[in-house]
């Protein structure tokens, strides 16, 4: 049976795709208030390892409404080309018009590979373009890799309960889609020096935009916190042992001394004890801090999926036999409110010094 006739036997409505006709790796680049998010850039990184097994370049996509000099970051960060929309339109982000834009480009120019990071708006929009282009997903991937013979991007992910590794594969559609979570690649470096195309294209009005469209944003105030899970170097985590709210309070003390900041397991975030956005592990955010203490944090692979790339491990759990201290650099066993408290104590004293 020829290529043809078994995709339409899996779906009728698809027409058969040639996959010779689609060449390169995009990358979507998540801006938010003039600044790119740390998991375009960490994509990029990875664009680059893939391009160099299958001989083909990377793209940046940026949408927007003049943007100035932010274009270029892309290309330092290891793009060799960004093809930039800009619309007055698109200053704002619309999932449905952000979409019909990305995906007027993909039909234009047949990319082979789109990335997208698995961030709140990533999640939301790449389904969008995969819906559109006819073409499968996999969400929330944590390694990519690729095949030089056939081309095909092979997408792993964690599934039933993050004890297998799927690899999943599109062999028959392109382009080829996945979200990745970000921190699970590192940022590349920063080279001013690096030279690429800028293709500014235009769009009279982008589809979708007629009929409905955004009409506020406003943005949530809350008072003062202490920096994302994902952006500190410091994240002292509370995991179901510390028993109650009053323990996450101390240790976000701690996490406060440390110049860091505070995060939780899924027990200690289903709890109400911290709110879902300082969730660590897969289903809650991957995190690659200098330094990770986990308190009261049994050691679940759901868990340690999230914060295994991190430097320096330190666990303390009044269990000795805790699976944590199985990837602990240093585990203390005992009670964490006395190790905790005389940890507080040390760092007051040095610093009254």
């Not at 027990?267 to 203490?293: C, E, F, N, S």
Request: proline share 7%.
């Amino acid at each position: 049976m020829s290529t043809a006739q078994t995709q339409q036997k899996i779906c009728s409505e698809w027409n058969p795709v040639n996959k010779n006709e689609h060449k390169g790796i995009w990358v979507y680049v998540e801006l938010i208030n003039g600044v790119i998010k740390d998991g375009s850039l960490q994509l990029i990184g990875k664009a680059r390892e893939l391009a160099g097994k299958i001989s083909t370049d990377v793209t940046a996509i940026m949408l927007g409404h003049n943007i100035g000099d932010v274009v270029k970051e892309p290309i330092y960060y290891g793009a060799d080309k960004v093809i930039y929309i800009d619309h007055p339109a698109l200053e704002k982000y619309v999932p449905h018009i952000y979409s019909n834009v990305i995906v007027q480009l993909a039909t234009k120019y047949k990319p082979e590979i789109i990335l997208f990071a698995a961030t709140k708006r990533g999640r939301e929009l790449a389904p969008y373009v995969a819906n559109s282009l006819k073409t499968g997903i996999t969400a929330d991937c944590t390694e990519l890799d690729v095949d030089p013979k056939t081309r095909d991007l092979d997408q792993v992910r964690p599934t039933y309960g993050g004890s297998i590794l799927a690899h999943i594969r599109t062999p028959s559609r392109r382009p080829q889609l996945a979200s990745v979570r970000p921190n699970v690649f590192p940022t590349p470096p920063r080279d001013p020096n690096r030279n690429g195309e800028i293709i500014v294209e235009t769009i009279d009005t982008p589809p979708g935009i007629n009929g409905h469209g955004l009409i506020n944003v406003r943005p949530v105030v809350k008072g003062e916190e202490l920096p994302p899970v994902e952006k500190s170097d410091v994240v002292v985590v509370a995991g179901r042992g510390v028993g109650s709210t009053d323990g996450v309070k101390l240790l976000t003390e701690l996490a406060k001394l440390l110049g860091g900041t505070i995060g939780g397991t899924k027990k200690a975030v289903d709890a109400g004890w911290l709110d879902l956005d300082r969730q660590v592990g897969q289903t809650g955010k991957t995190i690659r801090p200098a330094l990770y203490i986990g308190v009261g944090v049994s050691g679940a692979i759901q868990h340690v999926f999230g914060m295994k790339e991190s430097k320096v491990i330190v666990a303390i759990n009044s269990d000795p036999n805790a699976p944590i201290f199985e990837y602990a650099d240093y585990g203390v066993v005992g009670d964490y409110r006395e190790i905790v408290k005389e940890l507080i104590e040390l760092l007051k004293n040095s610093r009254s010094k």
